[in-house]
């Protein structure tokens, strides 16, 4: 099978590589399309790949190309993992929102909306383009903001893109770990938007283990959403969070954090991927090395600004292992060989949550085997989830319908109802500013 990673030079694609060589089942990838509008990272990404490559039998071909078209034909399946604007961008996301006062988080904010203001014209045209070039194949969605992209081009292709996270996979993990549970036999009851979810029940055997957890104070306090949001908090609440809802719960706290810090997220990451890039284009340097030296530096760093305003600490030593390759991995398993599994994807709402139309995409536990992935039946969220749920599901629709109208005024909208920005008058102000740091966004008018 073929399998085309849009976005091919990114950091992360030797972890989607890595489980394709551990993979050794029938119907397996057999040849990897790297495609990325940038060759310099391109050739980096590719010396990565060959080293992981050494000395493994039967390896996937690898083959690299700018050309969108060429990439896309043929493909059985694509995975975009796309950046709009590089790192670059997401710092000035970052900048222009702090510098009104709110968060500049690439999805969460109005950081997330400026990303996706600038994303989803992409993401469309990528619709398109596969549903002209390989219409049979099945895309899988990772670009940021994975919820809002997936439903942009879920428009144009159905049901055929799915979107992955890691953030449900690993919370999942954390409970079941706390909890002394295989991660592999419990089933997590996870319900809501990507990046705004709760671990509502995590069932082994057909026995809920949760309450057990949010009864133990001590217990609760010794992982990192735990220490993150705080034992009283999450009794409060009966679930367990997805870590970006820190942003929501401390926002003020979180916002302070990040003004205060030396370098946001995104400046960070920009700064140590050029490092990476420039260093791995040295012959006589390991790529391989190299890539893992910095990705361990990444990891250790995620959300710090978060953990330190929280006094959550450093983060654990199995967190800092990698999960939407393994996502991606099982997804493409199930399509392609029939592997009937339970996965929590980013799929089109159906009438799974009550609150949303048909159409509106979630993220929540599916049955995924050869014909696609289907939302499993859940019950209702509870009146605060519900709410922030669609609150946040008509910010997204907002920003779909300047993306497609090229509306200003429909950008100022989706800002102005967002929960974390306080003010029309600062959506204004965030228009006007990203619009002045990014070209992507001349289409505004």
């Known amino acids: 099978m073929r399998l085309t990673i849009l976005g091919g030079g990114g950091f992360r694609v030797p972890l989607v590589y890595g489980a394709l060589l551990g993979d050794r089942g029938e119907r397996r990838v057999s040849e990897v399309v790297l495609h990325d509008l940038d060759a310099d990272r391109l050739t980096a990404v590719t010396r990565v790949l060959a080293e992981q490559a050494a000395g493994v039998p039967d390896a996937p071909r690898v083959t690299a190309t700018t050309d969108l078209d060429e990439a896309l034909t043929g493909a059985d399946f694509v995975f975009s993992a796309i950046r709009v604007g590089g790192l670059a961008g997401r710092a000035d996301d970052e900048r222009v929102a702090l510098a009104e006062g709110v968060l500049g988080q690439e999805t969460v904010g109005a950081g997330g909306i400026a990303y996706g203001l600038r994303t989803v014209p992409v993401a469309v045209d990528i619709a398109r383009r596969v549903a002209r070039l390989a219409p049979d194949a099945w895309v899988i969605n990772f670009t940021n903001p994975a919820g809002l992209?997936?439903?942009?081009?879920?428009?144009?292709?159905?049901d055929r893109v799915i979107g992955i996270c890691d953030s449900p996979v690993g919370l999942g993990r954390r409970?079941?770990?706390v909890l002394g549970a295989d991660p592999r036999e419990?089933?997590?009851?996870?319900v809501g938007l990507n990046h705004l979810g709760w671990v509502r029940a995590l069932r082994v055997a057909g026995r809920d283990e949760l309450p057990r957890l949010l009864a133990d104070p001590a217990l609760l306090g010794s992982f990192e959403e735990g220490r993150l949001f705080g034992p009283d908090w999450l009794r409060s609440l009966g679930a367990i969070p997805n870590e970006y809802l820190h942003y929501y719960y401390f926002n003020r706290e979180a916002v302070h954090a990040y003004r205060q810090a030396e370098r946001t997220r995104g400046a960070f990451l920009r700064d140590q991927q050029a490092g990476f890039y420039a260093e791995a284009r040295d012959p006589g340097v390991s790529a391989l090395e190299l890539w893992q030296r910095t990705r361990a530096e990444r990891e250790a760093t995620y959300m710090a600004e978060n953990r330190e305003a929280a006094g959550a600490g450093e983060r654990e030593a199995e967190d800092l292992s990698g999960g939407y390759e393994e996502v991606a991995l099982a997804l493409m398993r199930a399509v392609a060989r029939g592997e009937r599994t339970t996965l929590i994807l980013n799929v089109r709402n159906g009438s799974t949550l009550a609150a949303l139309d048909a159409d509106a995409v979630i993220e929540v536990p599916c049955l995924v085997d050869a014909s696609g992935a289907r939302p499993l039946a859940t019950a209702p969220l509870p009146d605060h989830a519900t709410g922030l749920v669609c609150s946040v599901k008509a910010v997204e629709r907002e920003i779909l319908a300047a993306a497609e109208s090229g509306s200003r005024a429909r950008a100022v909208t989706a800002f102005a109802?967002?929960?974390?920005?306080?003010?029309?008058?600062?959506?204004?102000?965030?228009?006007?500013?990203?619009?002045?740091?990014h070209p992507g966004l001349a289409y505004l008018r």
């Open 175 to 177: 409970v079941a770990r």
């Open 417 to 437: 109802l967002h929960p974390l920005v306080d003010s029309v008058n600062v959506a204004h102000r965030l228009v006007d500013g990203y619009t002045a740091v």
């Open 149 to 158: 992209v997936t439903e942009a081009m879920s428009r144009h292709l159905g």
């Open 186 to 190: 419990a089933f997590v009851d996870y």
